[in-house]
């Protein structure tokens, strides 16, 4: 997963500012010699990535209902993103401006927008922008596999059909998985073994396998339910039934869950475990 960050991130937009250097796109990237126009654009490719990035988590964010498509954010985000770009635009272009060939005649933007029709005439500028930002957040969510915003934009792989027959209303509410596993891929069932926060996300451990989703730790240990695990550490939560070793090495304890899963155990949870008739072997 976090090779696939640094792809979004970083590889994508270096690879765009390389393309876009190599052929000397732009008024300005057109006078200047490959090398430095190659470090012109990566430069503004990285820093439109801040911009952009930052922009889809603020529409994220506001976003009605927090049901939003993807698609939908990638295209709001861009005119959100327009007003960080003039700024951004004058800082950039001013840093090489001293690479430019003698006699060169090149204005620098103005650091923000004169008028609203400006505004506007801009953004048909930015068409591009937003068509290769929309289709890299698609490739990476849908086939790569690196959540963009699944938590607010409603997208769910398709579920397996639950048969409830025989069970009562009530039954079923207390068989329910938890909400955030509605994200989750459904081949990997509803047995949930434990929990660990990834950054933004949470690994989900079952007995068929495991997914990351977009959600936070806290929310996904507070969906559990109580008398089934569990928190062990600020980053860990496990089944209790699941636990298959608990020992203790040198100052340090661990849990073995699952088909050797292993997790940290924070001694501020030590208490918890002991209650719950989990006690910790010594291992040499």
């Known amino acids: 997963m976090r090779e696939l960050a640094i792809a979004f991130y970083v590889g994508v937009p270096v690879f765009l500012g390389l393309l876009l250097g190599w052929t000397g796109a732009g008024e300005f990237g057109g006078q200047l010699s490959r090398p430095v126009a190659i470090a012109y654009w990566i ?35 861009v005119p959100v993103h327009m007003i960080f770009v003039p700024p951004l635009y004058t800082v950039w272009q001013s840093i090489f401006i001293g690479y430019l060939p003698v006699g060169a005649e090149v204005q620098l933007p103005s650091p923000w927008y004169d008028s609203f029709s400006a505004f506007v005439f801009s953004l048909g500028s930015f068409t591009m ?12 969510d849908r086939v790569l596999g690196f959540p963009r915003f699944r938590e607010t934009t409603g997208y769910t792989p398709r579920e397996q059909n639950q048969v409830l027959s025989g069970k009562t209303a009530v039954e079923a509410k207390e068989t329910e998985p938890p909400k955030f596993m509605r994200r989750a891929n459904s081949g990997i069932g509803t047995e949930i073994i434990a929990l660990a926060a990834e950054d933004h996300y949470v690994r989900v451990h ?19 339910p109580k008398d089934v695990g569990m928190q062990i550490h600020r980053s860990y939560w496990v089944r209790t039934s699941a636990i298959t070793n608990f020992w203790k090495e040198g100052n340090l304890y661990r849990i073995e869950a699952g ?26």
């Open 43 to 77: 430069t503004g490719t990285l820093l439109l990535r801040v911009a952009l990035e930052v922009s889809i988590r603020l529409v994220a964010l506001l976003a009605p209902k927090k049901k939003t498509p993807l698609v939908v954010l990638c295209v709001l985000s």
């Open 259 to 284: 088909d050797g899963l292993s997790m940290p155990v924070s001694k501020r949870f030590l208490g918890l475990l002991k209650a719950n008739g989990v006690e910790p072997e010594a291992k040499t």
């Open 129 to 140: 922008v937003m068509v290769e930002w929309t289709l890299t957040n698609l490739l990476f």
């Open 206 to 224: 079952t007995p068929l396998g495991n997914d990351l989703i977009f959600c936070r730790f806290g929310d996904a240990v507070s969906e559990m």
